[in-house]
């Protein structure tokens, strides 16, 4: 089945300090999905990518889609205490619009003041 | 709105027991989702409902039964409760399928003993 790998698992940053997280498909993606959790809470959507090479900013996070829809990115630019929390890609298999959402490991981002 | 709420937040349960974990959603959404989650796992799909009175099974279905017997309730059960099944349970719904958005549900903590 499809698998979505992604990377690091676990990410310290100093606050200020840059971060990204990479998620990567075993397949080609119909879409790709962001979500973050803080701490005891529950997912939140960020953003959805859908075209190849497709990049998307909010404020200091920018999200790329790889050309071939396979992988994908999120950058963060100066990390601040308030993106502490997990990432999460998921990615829907491509070739329909019906493929399950299939999510990644996380990134467990802590960011130290 | 009250989105998606799940009941109750925690439980503690004996090996062997039963229960039934709820969710209810306000958005007309018609797909819902239960996923579980553990550390180092990400969020993995057990069951899922493309509309009232569907169900189908997800990628870790094993030991859980699920009904959607109205639109806005997915239920999730556990015939007999095994320490395997001490996890993170999320319930989440979208609007039209699998592209779009999630919105989780609070969570609910469940231990089996």
């Known amino acids: 089945g499809q698998q979505v790998m992604q990377i690091p698992q676990y990410q310290h940053v100093q606050e200020g300090e840059d971060f990204t997280t990479y998620c990567n498909s075993s397949t080609t993606l119909s879409n790709i999905q962001w979500y973050k959790q803080r701490p005891g809470g529950h997912p939140v959507f960020l953003i959805q990518l859908v075209k190849s090479g497709e990049v998307k900013k909010q404020k200091r996070l920018t999200f790329q889609f790889g050309e071939a829809k396979k992988n994908s990115s999120l950058h963060i630019t100066a990390t601040q205490t308030i993106d502490v929390g997990t990432y999460f890609c998921?990615?829907?298999?491509?070739?329909?619009?019906?493929?399950?959402?299939?999510f990644g490991q996380g990134t467990i981002l802590t960011v130290h003041p | 709105n009250a989105g998606v709420t799940q009941t109750p937040k925690f439980r503690v349960l004996k090996t062997g027991q039963s229960m039934t974990l709820l969710c209810a959603q306000d958005?007309?959404?018609?797909?819902m989702y239960w996923y579980r989650q553990d550390p180092g796992m990400g969020l993995r799909l057990i069951h899922y409902?493309?509309?009232?009175?569907?169900?189908a099974k997800g990628e870790v279905p094993d030991g859980y039964n699920v009904s959607r017997l109205k639109k806005q309730n997915f239920l999730l059960g556990l015939e007999s409760a095994a320490p395997s099944q001490t996890s993170v349970y999320f319930c989440?719904?979208?609007?039209?399928?699998?592209?779009?958005?999630?919105?989780f549900g609070d969570g609910t903590r469940l231990s089996i003993l």
């Open positions: 998921a990615g829907q298999a491509g070739g329909t619009s019906y493929g399950k959402l299939t």
């Open positions: 409902s493309v509309g009232e009175g569907t169900t």
């Open positions: 989440a719904s979208s609007y039209g399928g699998w592209v779009q958005p999630q919105h």
């Open positions: 958005m007309n959404h018609e797909y």
